[in-house]
């Protein structure tokens, strides 16, 4: 999947808080400031701790080489918010645990650390993720794979809708399986008042 332009593939304006909008991550410009989350400490999940920026670079510049998989950064009023990477799950390892459809895509998502305590913050990010993500034709379904000891994006999960189908063992983790449909996506926001 080519993520080499600049165009902005989505746009949610958020009432208090401002514009999220989501682009295409660009490997010279943003591998410095990914370099910084994916060593912060609350970042641990990522797997990226204690790594020097050559490493970092080399392992976004594979993800961006690899065909259905794409990678964006997040940016609340221009300024850099989260990372997200989105893969085809059929062409994925996490196919070899179940029985990957089609319409499957995948999803990681890295938040970056506030400059100042936005209320919901996180659930504006993952919510705008999930949006952005049924907003495509292509998405019937998406499938995430977290560590069964991150707590935090397992209430987020399921607050967006995720149904949790088992525990698999990663080759690098030990991790819920689980799905959500534009549906189960829907139904969750509409219980909030959310959408």
Known sequence: MDTTNDTTVYS?????IGTIQLRPLHIQTDIKIIHDWVNRPYATYWGMQNTNLEYVQEQYQEIIDTPHHDTFIGTLDNIPIFLMERYKASKDTIANYYNALDGDYGMHILVGPPKERIP???WHVFSTIMAYLFSTTAVKRVVVEPDINNKK????????GFQYYKEIALPHKKAHLAFCTP???HNAFAKENLI
């Open 183 to 185: 549906e189960q996506f």
């Open 120 to 122: 919901k913050f996180t």
């Open 153 to 160: 994006i397992h209430v987020l999960n399921k607050r967006a």
């Open 12 to 16: 949610r304006e958020i009432s208090g």
